[in-house]
């Protein structure tokens, strides 16, 4: 292994431990460093560096989460295996985001330039819930101002495929803060998951594809909307480091959905080396990866992991990822808006079959996300949405290890809305469930495993709502 002498730029605005991080993974990736080399220690790499331990430290965290490196237990790190294929590093993340603020297509159209073409009321809320998660203030100005100033538009029909305005920003936001390099034309909006799990499910029709691997445990509304359209479904079992790649069907056509960067359910990541694994799986067996980027931008500790498309060339690929996104746990539940990337030669067949379809979204709330999105107020949402939820994990985690570690263990602790929760009592998880959600907690069952959404319970509430529900469950 060559010396690990890092140029470290003090007139950078970028942190040491980046710049480090950054150093590191190209290394690893142009095989200077071998897969399953020792790498130094971290008092070792902050002696020969002159970094602080702690800088060190955060740099070797982000390159874990991604996959670049791996622990051995009282011995080390060592180099990860990125890709059997020798496939080139994508770039950055931290350069994309540094990039320009456009996005590299031709003719961006701005909001402004939009023209026209020729519960019941006094009901008791039944989820608690935390006015501090959105500013509808915010959103009230974006969406005062298209009333204001593009009425007319709302007296015509919106595009199918949906406004292009809000698929602008969606294009741009994507390269910005995950990596994925994509025009409008490739984007169609959904009114959330399930509806656009519909959609995915005519497209595969018509790319020939009856065949779907999915998540278990996964999230059942997608399985239902396959099984519904008559899909074949092969149940992949998902590890510590993401989906068993070797569970996948082979030598026929078939598509996989996926969650790499966050797996509600485990928490698990997929490393990098098995993300390029599943693009060649892909390849060889003339098959399609749906990437579901579910809470994404909602991760606590290090650096966002990129996007598994952000990995790959749609022309030198053979457009294998379809990309999957949504904004009701970054808004608010109410907003059913989704959308997905298609490659571009999918994305231009289909297009052509919307017409004579309706688009399912308010036209009015595209234009408001739209704008939300160009004036900055989603981005700043998002930092303010990551402090806060990081908050509450913290506090979440530490009631439930005082209160209740003799029955309850915590897992999952690094990002999205919710905590899964293992436990060893007596009483059934559907009792326990239906315990929650008298408190006003929702939570979802899977297998032997409750997963409980804390993100909508007000910070200060959080000791003593939990306490009160680990009182009930103690029965």
Known sequence: ??????????????????????????????????????????????SSTGLSMTTVEKAYDQLLVEGYIYSRPQSGFYAGRVSSAGAPAPEPLSSRIEASETVPFENPVSISEL??????????????YDPECFDFNKWKKCMNRILNEHAPAMFFEGDPQGESALRIQIARYLYQSRGVSCRPEQIVIGAGTQQITGQLANILRRLSVAHIALEDPG????????????????????????????????????????????????????????????????????????????????????RPIPALKGLTDDAADDGRVIYLGSFSSTLYAAVKISYIVLPPQIAESFSHQ????????????????????????????????????????????????????????????????????ETTGARPLSQLKEDAEQFGIPVSLSSDLLLLYYNQIPLDQIPEVLSALIRRWRG
Not at 6 to 29: C, F, G, N, S
């Open 1 to 46: 292994m060559k010396a690990i002498l890092p140029v470290l730029d003090e007139a950078k605005h970028e942190p040491y431990y980046m710049q480090l991080y950054r150093y590191l993974k190209e290394a690893i990736t142009r095989g200077e460093i071998s897969e399953d080399e020792r790498l130094p220690s971290l008092r070792s790499l902050s």
């Open 115 to 128: 023209s026209s073409p020729g519960e019941e009321p006094g009901a008791s809320p039944r989820w608690l």
């Open 219 to 302: 999230y059942t509304p997608v399985r239902n909307a396959f099984l519904d359209r008559g899909f074949a479904i092969t149940d992949v079992p998902v590890a510590s480091d993401g989906l068993m790649l070797e569970k996948l069907p082979a030598n026929i056509r078939a598509a996989v959905y996926v969650s790499p960067s966050n797996h509600s359910f485990t928490g698990s990541v997929m490393p990098i080396g098995r993300r390029y694994e599943l693009i060649r799986w892909a390849m060889e067996n003339d098959s399609y990866i749906i990437e579901d980027d579910y809470d994404s931008e909602l991760r606590y500790f290090g």
């Open 354 to 421: 919307l017409e004579g379809y309706s688009q399912p979204c308010s036209k009015l709330e595209q234009l408001t996300l739209a704008l939300f999105m160009e004036s900055g107020f989603y981005q700043t949402h998002i930092r303010k949405l990551r402090k806060l939820y990081a908050q509450k994990l913290a506090l979440v985690t530490d009631v439930f290890r005082r209160e209740a570690s003799d029955f309850i263990r915590v897992r999952n602790t690094s990002s999205g809305i919710s905590v899964l929760l």
